[in-house]
């Protein structure tokens, strides 16, 4: 008996590790190597392919494809209908396996609905999204991002709250009362 949860619609290839308490729910398809950890929630129609690393309290919403190269933290919010590349020139009549690019999501990452990765960035911790981003270069910690290509807007907490900074550089979150400091125009901390 598993200590993990999969619909009888959904497919997990031998060699998945699945972390305790996950959820896999309707006509989802899990590759052999890939590794989920515990409490992560991948929603309908989600497909996991091989040596992907998603961490612990992961949630993936529908209609979400995880390609080879992606690593998610812990934390991670995948929207719905977003998307990973894992190829820059992708050809039909080209096999590039062989150039698959990592991309990394940092602890806390928020991920829009319908947002684009496109491969070998790095979104930073607790950065956030916006829905139908396309993002093509790394994205700084707490940063908010959106539009095509993604543009910097501003920065958000960790409780997902807009930050607004005073004159010394100093943000106290509204939701938690959380206090960020911006170091530099591209570096926000979260102070103790």
Known sequence: MSDYFVH???????????????????????MSDSMIGNNCNLGQNVFIAS??????????Q????????????????????MVFTNVVNPRSHVVRKGEY?????????????????????????????GAGAVVTKNVPAYALVVGNPAKHIGW?????YRLQFDEECLAICSGSQEKYRLLQPNQVTKEN
Request: charged share 15%.
């Open 51 to 60: 040596n992907v690393i998603l961490g612990n309290n992961v949630k993936v």
């Open 8 to 30: 009888p619609s959904s497919i997990v290839d031998t060699g998945a590790k699945i972390g305790e308490g996950t959820k896999i729910w309707h006509f989802t398809h899990i």
């Open 101 to 129: 690019q990592t991309t990394y999501v940092e602890q806390g990452a928020t991920v829009g609905a319908n947002a684009t990765i496109v491969c070998g960035v790095r979104i930073g911790k607790y950065a956030f999204i």
């Open 156 to 160: 958000m907490s960790e409780q997902g």
């Open 62 to 81: 529908n209609n979400v494809s995880i390609y080879e190269g992606v690593i998610c933290e812990d934390d991670v919010f995948l929207g719905p209908s």
